[in-house]
């Protein structure tokens, strides 16, 4: 007979209730909730109603939780780690217990973050820490190398439609948000937040940038990258990334990848706020047999992934289809019984969540570079020297952007509840007024998905770019110098000599042969900016709603 684990839960959010929750109380015989922790008085209250806890079994802090099994008061075998901010903190906290603890991604946002718990578990001499990727247990993803092993695999075609997160949550009657909190305590969240995502993104990335590494790579490609790890290793080299359309956060992602086997990968997530329902296909070649998956969002509890395969034998294509036994959820809470009563090691932990942050930043790099940018801060001039011309004009222009970008939920109502004595965030720097938004919250629909005017007034590129940095800026400054326009004449067509200067605060297109041209623009940007007209501010887009 199974022992049965005592799980404490930490973090009442969106996850817990429509995907942990329905499980550990389906799945009696193995688990047990034994306490639950949320920073919210009243999301604890009220899911702790909902799902029977106790008054006595309710924490406010971790450290609380920790106290208590310091105390001997509360016995725990493992966690679950589903809180809607930073983790490591909390999870070393946890772990420095000898507490196995399964952790929503993202483990963390920088590779720094992440090597701390990886540290502790190389000290530790064992496994402490596993990731909550559901559909890396799903059993049509772990049989994919039976039917295609993975030296006769091909390609590996993975594509995700995200919609918002009323068709993956609507069903699950999850209580309301932690919008009861106090202003100080909601503003040094978000503070810690944003200073994480900045480690991890670099001093040179705009706020756009940040918003897209948490929106559409952490909480994305991320995913597409555990499924395909799970059955075929990981992406040892990256070729090519592309992003579109133009300016719209998190908008759409493709990534080719080599695994070390050199079969190629292509992982396409779309985030479509008003698309009808979640939808994950995975189209595996190999030379003989062709198998496509189609994977459901882990909280329809009741899906069943289905796998088919078609090959040709004796002269005649035969296809056969399965369907899986059990739900994605299930199997990986299974997988984490396994791992605490029998050291079994899960399928991503800390050094898998370390080496796949490593590549994201690679893949934000190689976006930002095709936009003629980096992500390191650019070094400060000479005090001698002399700014420019039109240097502090186009500084100037690019504020705005920044500023104007619409706070999520949480953010909003946290300004809304400041005193008037309290300084606004970012008081003394206008770009600190922009925050990451925690995960969980969405705006309204007319605020999503609305792409940003090009200044130009031309429609984005679709062009490829190689994942390589881009070439020198040229040296020479008559070179990179528009000829000036002639008053009343008509502008002529942009050619290679003459490259129209892109916006300084627009995400676009990396796929690109533009890679080449872009330190070139970047140069007469300053100066440009100046008679541009300020960028339209991309709407707030919520998280992927399973983070």
Do not use: C
Not at 76 to 96: E, F, K, P
């Amino acid at each position: 007979m199974p022992k049965i684990l005592n799980i404490a839960v930490v973090g009442a959010g969106t996850m817990a209730q429509a995907v942990h929750l329905p499980v550990l109380r389906r799945r009696w015989d193995r688990f047990s909730v034994a306490a639950l922790v949320d920073h919210s008085p009243r999301r604890r209250r009220e899911a702790s109603e909902v799902w029977g806890i106790e008054e006595e079994r309710r924490y406010e802090t971790v450290a609380d939780l920790v106290a208590a099994v310091r105390a001997r008061t509360l016995s725990l075998d493992g966690v679950l780690l589903s809180t809607d901010g930073l983790h490591v903190d909390d999870l070393l906290a946890i772990v420095r217990r000898g507490i196995p603890v399964m952790v929503e991604p993202p483990l963390g946002y920088s590779e720094e973050e992440i090597a701390k718990v990886a540290e502790f578990e190389r000290i530790a001499g064992r496994r402490l820490v596993m990731l909550a990727h559901p559909q890396q247990y799903d059993d049509s993803v772990t049989r994919m190398s039976e039917h295609i092993a993975t030296k006769d695999l091909r390609m590996v075609d993975h594509e995700v439609l995200m919609p918002a997160s009323q068709p993956l949550f609507g069903q699950a009657h999850v209580t309301t948000s932690s919008y009861d909190l106090p202003t100080e305590q909601r503003t040094a969240r978000r503070k810690a937040l944003q200073a994480a995502v900045e480690a991890g993104t670099g001093d040179g990335a705009t706020q756009r940038d940040r918003d897209l590494y948490v929106k559409g790579l952490l909480t994305g490609v991320a995913h597409q990258m555990a499924v395909t790890e799970a059955a075929y290793g990981p992406i040892e080299k990256l070729v090519a990334v592309r992003h579109w359309p133009k300016g719209v956060i998190p908008g759409s992602i493709e990534l080719l990848g080599e695994l070390g086997s050199g079969a190629q990968v292509r992982l396409v997530w779309h985030y479509l706020p008003f698309a009808p329902e979640y939808s994950e296909t995975l189209q595996v070649l190999s030379a003989r047999r062709r198998m496509r998956l189609d994977l459901p969002a882990p909280s329809h509890g009741d899906a069943r992934s289905t796998v088919s395969l078609r090959e040709k034998k004796s002269g005649v294509v035969q296809e056969v289809a399965t369907t899986a036994p059990k739900g994605s959820a299930e199997l990986m809470w299974e997988a984490f019984h396994a791992f605490v009563e029998k050291g079994e090691a899960p399928l991503a932990g800390a050094a898998e969540a370390l080496r796949q942050v490593v590549l994201l930043r690679e893949v934000l790099a190689t976006i930002v570079e095709a936009d003629g940018r980096s992500l390191e801060a650019e070094p400060e001039q000479d005090s001698g020297t002399e700014e420019a011309p039109g240097a502090e004009e186009g500084a100037e222009a690019e504020e705005p952007s920044a500023q104007t970008e619409e706070p999520s939920a949480e953010s909003a109502t946290a300004n809304a509840g400041r005193t008037d004595e309290e300084p606004a965030d970012g008081a003394s720097a206008p770009s600190a007024t922009v925050e990451v938004e925690l995960p969980g919250a969405e705006p309204a629909p007319e605020t999503l998905e609305q792409p940003v005017t090009d200044p130009s007034g031309e429609r984005p590129s679709a062009a490829y770019a190689e994942a390589e940095p881009a070439a020198e800026p040229s040296s020479d400054p008559a070179s990179a110098r528009a000829p000036e326009a002639t008053p009343g004449a008509e502008p002529a067509p942009e050619t290679l000599e003459q490259p129209a200067a892109p916006s300084t605060e627009e995400v676009v297109d990396a796929w690109s042969g533009g890679a080449e041209s872009a330190p070139a623009a970047a140069e007469d940007a300053p100066a440009a900016a100046e008679d541009a007209p300020p960028a339209t501010a991309d709407p707030a887009v919520p998280e992927d709603p399973r983070r």
